[in-house]
């Protein structure tokens, strides 16, 4: 069977315009998708059953098993954490966000590791942004900037920026002109019109650079900034200045080095300071393909996008005290529930090993490396794959994931909602 | 079956006439009735004044930028915060609430049915999910047309017809109840940082003007017989002198339907300043309201501010843009592709300020000098000119002159001579405020035949009980105890159930959304137009069968159904 205008579900692309083909219970073959759309579709190894640990290996139990001792470990617990989310839907975010309020925990979503400094930085001066179209049919500036979307996005360019064609730019490769910033030559700056090298830890002093010449103050800029030469930085603040449509998009070389959200913050003010000038606009390149999203219901629900601390009864929220690395790694955590996440591959090692220390439940549809880590392993359907629901694209765009074949697996928010009536009917009201 | 009986309500029903007669109300299940078995559960009203619950005609509760305005916002999130308590969730935020706050304090103030002044059509899937947690109130979404690519070239074409079709098409596609115009033109400019200044300036490359959109616009309403009509937020938004365009605007206007209005000018109040800078801003109600005391086709709404700190967010980015500019606050800006745009920014109202004391003072001035009620209904643009917590103050300063004179008196020196407030005397009546919060909002938004906004037979049974008799006080005296009483019902009813009791929310909520399907001719419906898909296809980055809103979203969606083009 053809299945046509498939979402996948990966990155925050969220591509919609997949064509799939379905044997039975498998995919077969995947049409313009990139390789990782491929790989998701089509290398979907799940783990069988329900598993526990034992002190020599692993044994399966039942779902209601692995439910009933999900919801003890849960109910038993001082200071639990809920983390992960970002793989699934906004119906399993949600069931999620009313267990953390239920039992008191600090819920948490990969944004943590990833965007989470894009937030804060948004959080003080906000987001001048928009839709991936309107840089489709706009934008004749595009910068890359501490991100690699040949590898990590790859349809990035040709659906929304470089490569596409949009209604005011009609011939996208000649009509658009393409600046990477990045510490190394990547696959993205090969085909840059500019690329600025910079030393590693150069973002903050080479978008303050770009803001005092967007201002005139161009004289008190040295030679060379971050090992970025004036001229090239004069260029590109010229390019900038007289483009129509500007658009940045940043990744984790500008949140994740040194200055972390204050280098975002300023990347943002220089967009607002372009503003003055033309049309710029600034996008954070989303991972997870919902990660977007699980923002999106935290917020609606609780105020706040990630690190939400339910343990005073109401919606707390401090990154660096409320975070999941924080509170793992001080020890501080004593039950942990994962959904839809890898946090044994991507957290510090010291928060990936209290993790083995306390009774921590995962629930994904794949063996991972926190499964190395955990006390019982739920697999469950993949969103997108063998369930439908709501994810956000990087920009917002919400999107109904498509469930395209039946591997008789149960929903992570049909698991999470029995949890969470569970906890409900032993906790009284 | 379940069955209420209200007893000893002293009730205002100014749809049926009613006002303040003191009667019995009977509700069998979540419909008002002739009379109920003596089974009934019985609530005695004890006299207190008794409403049609409350209607919000242009708030701002659900969909991505009151969402961003919560996410940008931790400082408000903090400002208001509740515990989870027997049904309640956690709330928090003050001028952006989450939805669990949002719908418990509209109930808690008797309000059961909402309109989110602006859905963008590619987003909408996110203003349903949020519907969905609002569970205390019925919704509505204004669906945003501004800087529609195929509305704007069907107008370039003259073809109100194709412009209708578009609409039909659209609103169907993402369940929304009517046309909102945003600075029509004004976010198509956006998209390349511009913005019009006029009505007959040309849209940059579609040469259309925002007048020949609002003209079409309001023809294609009627053709689709939509319920509500065409739902106006006007071009130059806070900009002093926009008076003018205001007038031009209205003067656009035919009276094309006897059962409502023709047009909803929405919020404004930030659209009647005079004079050409902030220096000079005065206020021009007088010139605004004779153009609508001669005109019954137009129904417009405050846009009231109050002093205090809260969050601007609307589809118009180019006036948010400005705004920051003058503020250097923190700025958000969202635009749509091929629709629309947006932006947010937070704001503080100041009585140190003469421009924030002068569009105080215009909003009520608004009010006041608009002969009807049913002609100028009450609202602050949630939350851009006040959190919709700020309602009963609204209503204490127009039931009582000494009320308003003790707020004049606390203003900034240069507010008396640029405003009209000072000499007028109008106290407004119960029934005033009934009109203004319900009984106009149900007629303006075609509402009345659903059964909303007021308690006849049939009608379905929403009805906010407030601790307050009118006949032992007077409002122009007693303005606190005015404002006290509209804060919190006794009761807020909601389709027959209790659900708010003395503030307090006791059951889960089960709202509806009521969205309108037009039944457009087979030859010229736009998803049957090769063009018009192709134009899609290439330039949204959705695909056209992913954007229409599935049905799963409205989990108690209402369709209502229009015979369009008959």
């Known amino acids: 069977m053809i299945l046509n205008d498939v979402v996948c579900p990966f990155c925050g692309c969220l591509c919609d315009d997949l064509e799939l083909e379905v044997e039975g219970d498998r995919v077969v073959r995947v049409q313009n998708g990139c390789s990782l759309a491929e790989a998701t579709f089509m290398n979907d190894t799940r783990l069988p059953a329900p598993i526990r640990r034992t002190t020599t290996g692993w044994e399966k139990i039942s779902y209601d098993e692995a439910i009933k001792e999900t919801a003890d470990i849960l109910k038993d617990a001082d200071r639990p954490l809920l983390y992960g989310w970002s793989s699934t839907h906004g119906e399993a975010q949600s069931v999620g966000v009313h267990i953390a309020e239920r039992i008191g925990a600090v819920i948490d979503n990969t944004s943590t590791v990833c965007h989470g400094p894009s937030i804060l930085a948004i959080q003080e001066v906000g987001h001048p942004g928009c839709t991936l179209g309107q840089v489709k049919n706009r934008a004749d500036v595009i910068i890359y900037w501490g991100c690699n979307p040949i590898e990590a996005h790859p349809r990035h360019m040709s659906r929304y920026t470089t490569f596409a064609t949009g209604f005011f730019v009609p011939d996208a490769q000649r009509e658009r002109t393409v600046i990477v910033v990045d510490t190394r030559r990547n696959d993205t700056a090969n085909i840059a019109d500019e690329f600025l090298q910079m030393e590693p830890g150069g973002d903050y002093a080479v978008l303050s650079a770009l803001r005092a010449i967007v201002r005139g103050k161009e004289s008190i800029i040295p030679k060379k900034v971050a090992g970025i030469s004036k001229e090239q930085l004069i260029r590109v603040a010229n390019i900038c200045k007289n483009a129509k449509f500007g658009a940045i998009f940043f990744g984790l070389g500008l949140t994740m080095s040194r200055g972390k959200y204050k280098n975002v913050r300023n990347a943002i003010e220089l967009t607002d300071e372009l503003s003055r000038h033309t049309k710029f606009v600034i996008s954070p390149m989303r991972g997870h393909g919902n990660v977007y999203g699980s923002n999106e219901v935290f917020t609606w629900m609780t105020g706040y996008p990630f690190a939400v601390d339910f343990a005073r009864g109401i919606a707390f929220y401090n990154p660096g005290e409320t975070t999941a690395v924080d509170i793992l790694r001080r020890g501080e955590c004593d039950a942990a529930l994962i959904v839809a996440s890898d946090p044994g591959a991507n957290f510090p090692r010291v928060a990936a090993a209290h993790l083995a220390k306390i009774p921590t439940v995962l629930i994904d549809p794949h063996v991972n490396a926190t499964t190395a880590l955990s006390r019982i392993h739920i697999p469950c359907t993949a969103a997108g794959i063998d369930a439908a629901g709501t994810a956000y694209r990087m920009d917002g765009v919400p999107i109904r994931m498509k469930k395209v074949i039946e591997r008789g697996y149960p929903d992570d928010a049909e698991i999470l909602k029995k949890i969470y009536d569970r906890l409900n009917g032993e906790m009284g009201s | 079956m379940t069955e209420l009986l209200v007893k000893n309500a002293c009730v205002i029903d100014p749809i049926r006439g009613i006002n303040g007669d003191i009667m019995d109300i009977a509700i069998r299940d979540g419909r008002i009735v002739e009379s109920v078995s003596d089974r009934a559960e019985v609530i005695d009203a004890q006299r207190c004044l008794t409403l049609p619950g409350g209607i919000d005609s242009h708030t701002h509760v659900c969909g991505t930028k009151v969402n961003f305005g919560r996410y940008m916002s931790p400082e408000d999130m903090r400002a208001g915060r509740t515990q989870r308590r027997g049904r309640m969730h956690v709330t928090s935020g003050y001028y952006v609430p989450t939805t669990f706050g949002n719908s418990y304090r509209y109930s808690a103030m008797g309000y059961t049915t909402l309109l989110e002044g602006a859905m963008a059509p590619l987003e909408a899937r996110h203003t349903h999910e949020e519907f969905t947690a609002t569970p205390h109130q019925d919704m509505m979404a204004n669906t945003l047309f501004d800087g529609n690519w195929a509305v704007m070239d069907a107008v370039r074409e003259k073809n109100v017809k194709k412009a209708a079709a578009i609409v039909g098409w659209t609103l169907n596609a993402v369940k929304g109840y009517g046309i909102k115009l945003t600075n029509p033109g004004g976010t198509e400019a956006w998209g390349w940082g511009e913005d019009l200044t006029s009505i007959r300036e040309p849209v940059p490359h579609f040469e259309v003007t925002p007048a020949e959109i609002i003209t079409t616009m309001i023809r294609a309403n009627e053709l689709l017989k939509l319920p509500h009509s065409v739902h106006l937020h006007c071009n130059n938004l806070g900009k002093p002198g926009n008076y003018q365009t205001t007038l031009d605007t209205f003067d656009l206007v035919p009276d094309l339907n006897p059962d409502r209005q023709t047009l909803y000018a929405t919020h404004v109040q930030f659209h009647a300043y005079g004079g050409g800078t902030w220096r000079n801003i005065c206020s021009k109600t007088e010139e605004i309201t004779r153009s609508v005391n001669s005109k019954p086709q137009i129904v417009m709404d405050m846009g009231q501010i109050m002093f205090c700190r809260t969050m601007t967010m609307t589809a118009d980015g180019p006036m948010e843009f400005n705004l920051h500019c003058l503020h250097h606050n ?115 938004l075609g509402i009345i035949n659903q059964g909303k906004g007021h308690l006849g037979i049939g009608a379905e049974a929403d009805i906010a009980i407030y601790p307050i008799r009118t006949d032992s006080v007077d409002p122009a005296r007693e303005y606190r105890k005015v404002v006290e009483g509209f804060q919190k019902t006794s009761y807020t009813i909601k389709r027959g159930r209790v659900v708010s009791r003395d503030g307090e929310i006791i059951v889960d909520g089960a709202n509806t959304t009521f969205w309108v399907n037009a039944r457009i001719p087979e030859d010229l419906r736009v998803d049957n137009d090769p063009e018009f898909i192709r134009r899609f296809q290439e330039y949204y980055t959705v695909r056209m069968s992913n954007y229409p809103v599935q049905d799963l979203y409205l989990p108690r969606g209402r369709r209502v159904d229009t015979e369009a083009f008959t």
């Open chain 2, 330 to 444: 923190k700025w958000s800006n969202h635009d749509v592709e091929l629709e629309t745009g947006s932006g947010i920014i937070p704001v503080t109202y100041s009585k140190k300020s003469a421009v924030n004391c002068i569009m105080w003072a215009i909003g009520l001035e608004l009010a006041l000098l608009t002969k009807s009620p049913w002609q100028c209904l009450l609202e602050t643009d949630n939350p851009n000119g006040a959190p919709f917590v700020k309602y009963p103050e609204v209503i204490g300063l127009l039931m009582s002159k000494r009320y308003r004179d003790e707020e004049c008196a606390t203003l900034h020196a240069d507010t008396e001579g640029r405003t009209s407030l000072w000499a007028l005397e109008r106290e407004m009546d119960w029934h005033d405020i009934a009109v203004m919060t319900r009984a106009g909002q149900a007629k303006a």
